[in-house]
């Protein structure tokens, strides 16, 4: 079973990726279309709604207005590096292109990697296409250590600007970057009204350990959330009304207008409702009786750093899904919201670990306490625990993803 999401990393290297395969993997399984900008209005058995690097799907929404709904939230977009607009430049024969880092990567980790471009083509006619290369192009290498003789003993520390410029050619001062990316697309210049694009490691994701215990891969958090839910949804038998909402721009804050602080959500939940006769006060009713699980990777403890973790809370790697806590609203978790997770949890024989940080440092953050905030919803924040978060080469157990799908159907399911 990991062996199909780690086929599913591999075809995702930008947000645009993962939404298309989650479309295509509904598709397939007879969920519908609806096209935002269309007169047809979200409703039905099963449907979903893409706008460019999120994704919200939804079965059985015609009992909304009296059950409210289990809505599953992750996000599908990971920090790195993303090519800016008119990227070229030429130093000295090489030529580089200009990058923006993009959320907070470990920055080190994108040193001396083979690296491919990927990301997405608008057409003058509207239409929009995806690409990647088959092959890495480009790579940051690293200064030498004879170079840089004290880098072992005081740590290595990047200029963001100067430091991160990717080669990609060498004596080719007319290298463009519009003219490559015409010829991978095997579209015209004229046609291309813009484009998104960013770095990727070319490496595949692979299954390692002595025992096949672990998973390294780029873009672990939070793909693994967004496949496990995907493989939920559509793997679940059941009845009552279930949502999967995967958003872009998590990594730098949630606030745009497909991120878990616009409207996207609210308006499919609404429109539910809508379209099942409910009244405002069907509406408002089906948010105090639906429940969210905000699923985003944890840090398990790391053996060489155990003294970063408070030990009562540090999650294990494969010992189960992790729910997040933490009293001044960083993760949206409560006594009262955990209930839900904690029953399907039971139904599931899936071991739950917890996650507290350090008092002196600060924990990170997910869409959770955003959905909570902005819809009102009971939330809890869970997740895998793993290792190198925000590496471009990232690491997880081979279990836990398994006990996070089957903690998701038990929860969808709500039995
Ligand atoms: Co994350």
């Known amino acids: 079973m990991i062996s199909t999401f780690k086929h599913q ?26 096209h935002p900008s269309s007169d047809s209005r979200p409703h ?14 939804w079965r059985n929404s015609m009992r909304i207005n009296e059950h409210g709904a289990r809505i599953i939230g992750a996000h599908t ?13 030429t130093v000295l024969n090489w030529q580089q292109l200009h990058v923006e880092v993009y959320g907070g990567p470990l920055l080190n980790s994108w040193l001396d990697r083979d690296l491919g471009i990927a990301g997405h083509i608008v057409r003058r006619d509207g239409t929009t296409q995806l690409f990647a290369t088959d092959h890495a192009v480009a790579r940051i290498p690293q200064l030498a250590i004879h170079l840089d003789r004290e880098v072992n003993d005081k740590g290595l520390i990047l200029n963001r600007h100067q430091h ?3 080669v990609w050619s060498v004596d080719q001062p007319s290298t463009s970057f519009d003219a490559w990316l015409s010829e991978l697309t095997q579209c015209d210049r004229g046609e291309i009204a813009s484009w998104s694009a960013q770095l990727f490691d070319t490496q595949r ?11 390294a891969s780029s873009r672990i958090d939070n793909q693994i959330s967004c496949w496990a839910a995907i493989d939920a949804l559509v793997s679940v038998d059941g009845d009552t009304p279930m949502i999967i909402a995967l958003f872009d721009h998590e990594e730098v804050g949630s606030e745009s207008a497909v991120g878990a602080a616009g409207p996207m959500l609210e308006h499919v939940l609404e429109s539910l409702s809508l379209h099942n006769n409910g009244s405002r006060f069907d509406y408002l009713s089906l948010l105090q009786h639906s429940h969210c699980m905000s699923v985003d990777n944890a840090h398990a403890v790391h053996p060489n750093y155990v003294d970063r973790h408070e030990m009562n809370n540090a999650p294990l790697i494969n010992h189960g899904v992790v729910v997040k806590h933490n009293a001044n609203q960083r993760y949206a978790t409560s006594a009262s919201s955990l209930l839900p997770v904690v029953a399907a949890a039971e139904k599931a024989k899936v071991s739950l670990q917890t996650f507290s940080s350090r008092n002196n440092i600060a924990c990170g953050s997910t869409i959770g306490p955003i959905a909570a905030t902005r819809l009102g919803i009971d939330t809890v924040d869970i997740g895998v625990p793993q290792l190198s978060m925000h590496s471009i ?15 998701m159907r038990s929860y969808l399911k709500r039995s």
Do not use: W
């Not at 994701?205 to 998973?215: Q, V």
């Not at 990232?394 to 903690?407: F, I, N, S, Y």
């Open 77 to 89: 977009d990971s920090p790195g590096l993303h090519i800016k607009p008119r990227p070229d430049m």
């Open 9 to 34: 990393i591999d075809q995702s290297p930008t947000a645009s990726h993962v939404v298309a395969n989650a479309a295509r993997i509904l598709s397939e399984h007879g969920f519908i279309a609806y």
């Open 44 to 57: 039905g058995e099963r449907g979903f709604v893409v706008r460019n690097g999120t994704v919200i799907a």
């Open 393 to 407: 080469r990232e690491m997880c157990g081979t279990k836990d993803p398994l006990d996070l799908v089957a903690l």
């Open 205 to 215: 994701g692979e299954i390692i350990g002595k025992n096949n215990e672990f998973f």
């Open 164 to 166: 991160l410029s990717p």
